[in-house]
């Protein structure tokens, strides 16, 4: 009876609309726009901007190794986008990926550091299954509170952040810290549950593939399912979906599950597939950087394996910026954080502008 | 009575799109001591009109001319200090301030120490003929009484001309009655009048001036004496409409109950009264109208037919359920862009939402795109809905299209019961009666309509039926020839303010 009379907010719908429109063409605009303001920066610092756009463009692109780093930094923060972008369609504003990223890495590592090793490959998919499921319990914790007790989900989501990361501070500290170690790391996965890597002579590894998959899985689901429709039907306009009998707590807690399952799983890979153990700040705020991904992307799967893929870009691009330039590699944030703010930027100017 | 011209609109045109004037060129005199109607469709430009008399919006081309001296009107407060007052469709009140600050709020400086006293407002209010309470919290008073004050703020600004925005939407046959009136008593004063409205018996009753405006340009404008309803509408629609075309029922007894309230009650809301202790019967065949005030019960009655609310106590039995338990019915609900439709998913979606995860247009969870289109391609056909195809999306239709997505979807359930919640608000007069006779044919073709309406004569033109509902009661039952006097006198509890 509370739920039925609940009203639901319409964020969702009126942003969505807000950025649909031409939003293609702003983006390009607000990248575009970056670009120049990072090499007029870069000019500023004394450096020629045509030989620093080669170079990063060298360290991300120009050779197998750099490309497998980019796919490398990609994957996560698409994991993370991913997530996001599930929840925010069904008007779901999870900002926590961050937190259930790093439950995800705990869930992950349990199994892959505890159980017997003669397990061998089996430890892989039980690991990967063990973080989307830590993932998704975390997950569901601010859909059950918001549904049961009216919680606010941005505040819930986010603080949750918080106490994810502190918990892995806890874990590597002490209970999962080997014995002896003065590192806060647990101790090595097992073998049998690395991530293969997949292109010989660098760090690639199957999670890049896994990640490339669950966007495309995403994908289909929005728009070719059942549940997808009633989904974006509750996010868009949660009072015509309810009034056509559409069950929206279950809707919002499966979206969260889906979400918290995707952000851990995220988290899984990383562990798995590139430091084989649990460390403190492991995680270089993926999750907040996959909000920023899924929001540029327009809430599309594929438009956060593009934004993904020009985050990991820019990740691998700073690097050799620094090592053949000497140019701090936080020159990375400021190129992903730039279009954020020009996209904010002219969407904020256009919604100004239209209302009339 | 002095008739002297007061203000006149000359020449306004204004775009807001490059090449498609909302207002073409259009002159208007407004004169002292006269009420002076603007009507028009939706969209027509009538509110544009007034928005560029008021300041907020600067025409492309054309001027005011005031006493006969150019202005320019940059913002609101320029109209206000050229003693223009305007009374929005949605009040400008603070509604936590009582009545006595919400004034002193809007009053020039140099006013305000003689309001500073309780007394000088209610003094000044009566000396107005518009009595009220200083004390009361805004949000506490009726919604006729919220209107006064903000006809009280346009006073207290010293305003030649007031400008109303659809003043009498939210008021009920009295207090339509009682607010015409005051303004009578404006105008007699040497005031000047500007009502924007779109009900023609208002005009002709209480109006001496009426300009139709249609797709921004001026049709007509003079005095209302010698013109008849008919000539009204013709000059807003562009055609003869015959608004009194038959909307008549089979003449046959009505059949089976199909849907039933046995003495439900819901809880009040700040903006409803609730249900209490009410029952009603429908009927196949027959249309029941549901007549009162907006706030009466009418959104938890329509709630509990959609089964989207539960009642309190009582019961609601409907001939047939979805599994889930809720009543089957084929909804319109009030509110088109939040409730009706979803404005970002495709028509075809929108047309099928009901039945999104059945077959054939799912299987096993997936969805069926080319069933899908195929049944949403002829459900258009068949109730003309023009878009260039189901695969666009709602928002860029008009009002009447839109409506005609909702009520396409609401005849495709497979139910016995149609409930409609303000159908036509919003609608053009064609578009309107489309709708309606749509709504007529479905309960002669045996279904059974709900029709919840603020619209009294839509309400005496398609019922059967007519339950007036009153502070969440069924207040009385009248057959569908009952006159608008004794549907008013029920409307407000039987008791005149």
Redesign the interface.
């Known amino acids: 009876?509370t739920e039925?009379?609940t009203r639901w907010r319409?964020r969702a719908?009126s942003a969505?609309?807000k950025l649909?429109q031409g939003y293609a063409l702003v983006v390009i605009i607000a990248f575009a726009a970056s670009l120049a303001v990072g090499l007029l920066i870069l000019a500023a610092l004394g450096v020629s901007p045509w030989r620093a756009l080669g170079v990063m463009i060298g360290g991300a692109f120009g050779s197998r190794m750099a490309i497998g780093d980019t796919l490398v930094f990609m994957t996560p923060r698409l994991m993370t986008a991913l997530a996001a972008l599930i929840a925010i369609r069904c008007g779901f504003y999870n900002l926590g990926a961050e937190g259930q990223l790093q439950l995800g890495a705990v869930g992950a590592v349990l199994p892959a550091t505890m159980l017997p090793h003669s397990l061998g490959l089996l430890l892989l998919p039980i690991s990967l299954i063990s973080g989307a499921i830590f993932g998704a319990l975390w997950g569901l914790i601010p859909a059950v509170l918001k549904l049961w007790r009216g919680a606010n989900e941005i505040i819930v989501t986010l603080m949750m952040n918080f106490i994810g990361i502190y918990f892995v501070k806890y874990l590597v500290e002490g209970p999962l810290q080997p014995a002896g170690s003065n590192f806060n790391m647990s101790a090595k996965v097992a073998t049998g549950a690395m991530l293969p890597l997949i292109l010989p002579g660098t760090r690639l590894h199957l999670g890049a593939v896994i990640a490339v998959v669950v966007a495309a899985l995403l994908w289909v689901l929005l728009?070719?399912?059942?549940?997808?429709?009633?989904l974006?039907?509750a996010g868009?306009?949660p009072?015509?979906?309810?009034?056509?009998?559409m069950p929206l707590s279950r809707l919002i807690l499966s979206s969260m599950l889906i979400s918290g399952a995707i952000a851990g799983l995220g988290g899984a890979i990383e562990v798995l597939g590139v430091q084989y153990r649990l460390i403190e700040g492991f995680s270089a705020d993926f999750g907040f950087d996959g909000l920023a991904v899924a929001l540029l992307g327009g809430l599309e799967p594929l438009g956060a394996v593009i934004v993904a893929l020009y985050f990991g870009a820019i990740n691998s691009g700073t690097i050799a910026l620094q090592s053949v330039l000497s140019i701090p590699s936080a020159m990375a944030m400021i190129m992903s954080g730039l279009p954020i703010l020009f996209l904010a930027s002219i969407q904020g100017y256009r919604l100004v502008k239209g209302r009339? | 009575m002095p008739t002297d011209p007061f203000l006149t609109l000359t020449g306004i045109t204004k775009a807001?799109v490059p090449g498609h004037p909302v207002l073409d060129n259009v002159t208007v005199t407004v004169r002292r001591g006269e009420i002076h109607a603007i009507l028009g469709e939706n969209g027509a430009g009538k509110s544009t009109l007034l928005n560029i008399l008021f300041g907020m919006?600067q025409p492309d081309m054309g001027g005011i001319l005031l006493e006969g001296r150019e202005v320019i009107h940059r913002s609101p407060a320029d109209a206000i200090a050229n003693r223009i007052g305007m009374v929005h469709q949605h009040f400008k009140l603070v509604p936590t301030f009582t009545v006595a600050e919400n004034l002193r709020l809007a009053a020039p400086p140099a006013i305000r120490p003689s309001l500073a006293r309780n007394a000088d407002i209610a003094r000044l209010a009566d000396s107005f003929g518009l009595a009220i309470d200083p004390k009361a919290i805004v949000s506490t008073l009726p919604l006729y009484l919220q209107q006064r004050v903000e006809i009280l703020k346009a006073l207290i600004n010293r305003a030649e001309l007031i400008l109303f925005d659809e003043p009498t939407t939210i008021l009920n046959p009295a207090e339509i009655d009682a607010f015409y009136k005051v303004l009578q008593q404006i105008a007699a004063e040497g005031r000047a009048v500007v009502v924007v409205t779109h009900h023609l018996n208002e005009v002709t009753e209480h109006a001496q001036h009426a300009s139709v405006i249609r797709r921004g340009q001026l049709i007509s404008s003079g005095p209302v004496a010698g013109r008849a309803r008919e000539d009204f509408v013709r000059d807003m629609v562009g055609h003869e409409v015959d608004l009194s075309a038959a909307l008549d029922g089979t003449g046959e007894a009505p059949g089976p109950v199909r849907l039933a309230l046995h003495n439900v009650s819901v809880a009040a809301t700040p903006s409803s009264s609730g249900l209490r202790d009410t029952s009603l019967t429908l009927r196949a065949g027959e249309v029941v109208g549901i007549a009162g005030v907006e706030g009466n019960g009418q959104r938890e009655l329509f709630e509990l037919v959609?089964?989207?609310?539960?009642p309190d106590s009582g019961r609601v039995e409907a001939g047939r359920t979805?599994a889930?338990g809720?009543p089957r019915a084929g909804?319109v609900?009030e509110?088109r862009h939040?409730?009706?439709?979803?404005?970002?998913?495709p028509i075809a979606?929108n047309l099928l939402?009901?039945k999104?995860?059945e077959a054939p247009y799912?299987r096993a969870?997936?969805?069926n795109?080319a069933a899908i289109t195929a049944r949403a391609e002829e459900m258009r056909a068949a109730s003309d809905v023009r878009s260039r195809n189901v695969h666009v999306t709602p928002?860029i239709l008009s009002g009447g299209n839109q409506q005609k997505i909702v009520l396409a979807r609401a005849m495709n359930e497979d139910a016995d019961i149609i409930a409609v919640y303000q159908p036509t608000r919003g609608l053009d007069v064609a578009a309107s009666e489309e709708i309606l006779r749509r709504l007529r044919d479905a309960a002669n073709g045996g279904r059974a309509v709900l029709f919840i309406s603020s619209n009294l004569d839509e309400i005496m033109r398609i019922s059967d039926r007519i339950i007036i509902v009153y502070a969440g009661r069924a207040v009385g039952e009248l057959d569908g020839r009952a006159s608008r006097a004794e549907i008013g006198a029920l409307m407000t509890g039987g008791a005149a303010h």
Do not use: C, K, W
């Not at chain 1, 728009?223 to 009633?230: A, L, P, Q, V």
């Not at chain 2, 939040?338 to 998913?345: A, K, N, S, Y």
């Open positions: 009876m039925t009379r319409d719908g969505a609309q649909s728009y070719h399912s059942t549940f997808g429709i009633r974006r039907a868009l306009s009072r015509a979906a309810r009034l056509q009998g009339r | 807001f919006y959609a089964g989207t609310i539960l979805h889930d809720r909804l609900p509110d939040q409730e009706g439709l979803v404005l970002d998913l979606i939402l009901n999104i995860d799912a969870g997936r969805l795109h928002r």
